[in-house]
Nanobody, 123 residues
Framework: QVQLVESGGGLVQAGGSLRLSCAASGRTFSTIAMGWFRQAPGKEREFVAATKWSGINTAYADAVKGRFTISGDSAKNTVYLQMNSLKPADTAVYYC????????????????WGQGTQVTVSS
């Protein structure tokens, strides 16, 4: 099993930055792919970014390319999502997800999920 805990959400002004963290436990970090998804009120949960802890097979949603960066720290079993140039449209609950194998971009491919962390971007 894999347990995931997100942190780092909060309120930020448009144009600002936040860094989200997702700590994984239960299985070796090197064998799993980690992804970030987000869900705004009344919207479907959508893919944001994903990576292996080594940084290979990295993927980003078009809406966040050039602004968000996903990275991993194998020593801490933690994946980060650095979010820069935030927009009000980025407001959502951000969820960490994990799966065994390569990175994927659809939520149905991820078995393990965290509880989410709220990100609110004000104009």
């Amino acid at each position: 099993q894999v347990q995931l805990v997100e942190s780092g959400g909060g309120l930020v002004q448009a144009g600002g930055s936040l860094r989200l963290s997702c700590a994984a436990s239960g299985r070796t970090f090197s064998t799993i792919a980690m992804g970030w998804f987000r869900q705004a009120p009344g919207k479907e949960r959508e893919f944001v970014a994903a990576t292996k802890w080594s940084g290979i097979n990295t993927a980003y949603a078009d809406a966040v390319k050039g602004r968000f960066t996903i990275s991993g720290d194998s020593a801490k079993n933690t994946v980060y999502l650095q979010m820069n140039s935030l927009k009000p449209a980025d407001t959502a609950v951000y969820y960490c997800a994990a799966r065994f194998g390569l990175v994927q971009t659809t939520r149905d491919q991820y078995k393990y999920w965290g509880q989410g962390t709220q990100v609110t971007v004000s104009s």
